[in-house]
């Protein structure tokens, strides 16, 4: 699976978007790109996911560049509950017990009041 | 969204004593779960993809005798420590997956945190 680069810290005014990107060079045309969230000594809390196209969902939105290499998690309006370890994850589907998530260092989102 | 959990929530066991945790998918069928390991101040660490009716498959350098897999039924997994020692205290969590192809998404329980004495 391709590997992704996060920054390791960012800040965030709460009820300003918070965009955190992420790198992912040499993702193949079979990967997905995952965003997960870890908010402390909890497990980890799916957020979204997409190919090539931009998503939506009610939690945030997921920006891919045309040539896939990079991303861009954005939180809409963010709350003092958002700050977590983000991670962005690279993963192909082969089915079954190969579509496993292996998590780098993440981004540490905090959220400042 | 789907929901997992696992028990005990945490755990205190004395070296040497074999402690077991419970994954459960609980509102959808799971042929696949994943248990990961995550020690202070690091990311999560893949141990294991357990599959339902068949044998697990180990990460590298994870000890198959001593972190015992079991997938039971399309709704739980459980993970056994034999013979524990403090530096198997960490924090234990477990995912299911759920869906197939784009669609096709793991959901992670709350985690069980294992102290060995």
């Known amino acids: 699976d391709a590997k992704t680069t996060q920054p390791p810290s960012m800040d965030c005014a709460e009820g300003r978007a918070a965009n955190l990107p992420c790198n992912h060079s040499?993702?193949?045309?079979?990967?997905?790109v995952y965003w997960y969230r870890q908010i402390h000594s909890q497990g980890p809390q799916y957020i979204i996911h997409?190919?090539?196209n931009n998503e939506t969902n009610e939690m945030a939105s997921l920006i891919i560049t045309e040539d896939r290499k990079s991303s861009t998690l954005i939180l809409p309006h963010a709350t003092l509950r958002d700050t977590a370890v983000y991670y962005c994850?690279?993963?192909?589907?082969?089915?079954?017990?190969?579509?496993?998530?292996?998590f780098g260092t993440g981004t540490l989102l905090a959220v400042q009041p | 969204g789907a929901v997992v959990s696992q028990h005990p929530s945490r755990v205190i066991c004395k070296s040497g004593t074999s402690v077991k945790i419970e994954c459960r998918s609980l509102?959808?069928?799971?042929?696949?779960m994943f248990w990961y390991r995550q020690f202070p101040k690091q990311s999560l660490m893949l141990m294991a993809t357990?599959?339902?009716?068949?044998?697990?498959?180990?990460e590298q350098g994870v000890e198959k005798d001593k972190f015992l897999i079991n997938h039971a039924s399309l709704t739980l997994s459980t993970l056994t420590v034999t013979s524990a020692h403090p530096e198997d205290s960490s924090f234990y969590i477990c995912?299911?997956?759920?869906?197939?192809?784009?669609?096709?998404?793991?959901?992670f329980g709350p985690g069980t945190r294992l102290l060995v004495l």
């Open positions: 995912s299911a997956s759920r869906g197939e192809g784009f669609q096709e998404t793991q959901y």
């Open positions: 040499t993702i193949s045309g079979n990967e997905y």
């Open positions: 997409g190919l090539k």
């Open positions: 994850i690279v993963r192909a589907y082969y089915g079954g017990a190969t579509n496993k998530l292996i």
């Open positions: 509102d959808f069928q799971a042929t696949t």
């Open positions: 357990s599959n339902e009716g068949s044998k697990a498959t180990y």
